[in-house]
């Protein structure tokens, strides 16, 4: 063979083998930029939460669980977003149409985003007004139960029966927000009636004093009973104790177990819906 050709294979070679060797370099060096500031995101983003985790713990702080799980939320979704530009520019991919095509895309994508986008600032308002906590029992609307969770885009419930329910923070906010945990004592609205005839102070008595003797209801709260309506066929008493939370339901359900057969015992008569026939004969 030639050797000049021979010659200029081999320089060929030097040439392609020093190209690829720098272009190896140059890759080496954008992947490793590329993870770095990958890694960097990663511990901006546990730093933000740790501040925010402890942020929540001071006493009498202002920032609460629901607004810090929102703003950690908020705060990661802006920081992935620049992340991802700044590795296109490493990667030497131009922005600049990507950022002139983002001007109609975020008109589309404003008319199909619109109740995500509503129930973001929806949730970011909760999050401000804090009108309920983490394990707190809440009426939304027609819907009650334990809340478990909030994101920028829902409120998670726990029902009674332990069903999951999610309802977008647009909803939550139209509509009238009932916190049952709201203080850590809570009066039981119950109400019984008697007939017409019967002794009133008698029956006041009886109630005022079996609703005294339960354990969960407050000493040092009025315990209120009187009569509170007159009906076709009753007289109707309203009874309003106070008791802690968790004893609501145990005070509610024993009354109404114990007084029909103590108002009974005492020959109070508790009325009933009865349709009195009377048969005339002719003589």
């Known amino acids: 063979m030639d050797p000049e050709i021979i010659e200029t294979v081999g320089d060929n070679v ?3 083998m020093s190209y690829s060797v720098e272009q190896l370099i140059h890759i080496g060096i954008i992947v490793a930029l590329s993870l770095l500031t990958f890694v960097i995101a990663k511990i901006v983003i546990k730093i933000i939460s740790k501040m925010l985790r402890k942020a929540v713990k001071v006493k009498n702080g202002k920032l609460t669980p629901l607004m810090a799980g929102f703003i950690l939320k908020v705060v990661q979704v802006v920081i992935w977003v620049f992340t991802a530009l700044i590795i296109l520019q490493i990667w030497g991919i131009n922005l600049t149409p990507v950022i002139a095509g983002l001007g109609v ?28 906590g983490i394990g707190d029992y809440v009426l939304l609307g027609s819907i009650e139960g334990t809340v478990t969770g909030m994101d920028a885009i829902s409120v998670t419930l726990l029902s009674g029966d332990n069903k999951k329910i999610t309802i977008s923070n647009k909803i939550v906010l139209a509509d009238a927000i009932i916190n049952y945990s709201a203080s850590d004592i809570r009066r039981v609205d119950m109400a019984v009636s008697v007939a017409y005839g019967s002794d009133l102070e008698k029956a006041k008595d009886i109630i005022t004093n079996l609703v005294k003797s339960y354990p969960e209801v407050l000493s040092d709260k009025p315990v209120i009973v009187e009569v509170g309506a007159l009906s076709a066929s009753s007289i109707d008493f309203i009874i309003r104790p106070w008791s802690k939370n968790s004893d609501y339901w145990t005070v509610k359900w024993r009354f109404q177990k114990e007084i029909c ?12 819906n009865k349709l009195d026939v009377n048969i005339l004969t002719q003589n």
């Open 261 to 272: 057969p103590a108002l009974n015992a005492a020959g109070i008569e508790v009325p009933y």
């Open 105 to 132: 895309t975020g008109v589309v994508l404003g008319f199909a985003l619109q109740e995500s986008i509503s129930n973001i600032f929806s949730g970011l308002l909760l999050a401000l007004n804090n009108p309920f």
């Open 14 to 16: 030097s040439v392609f």
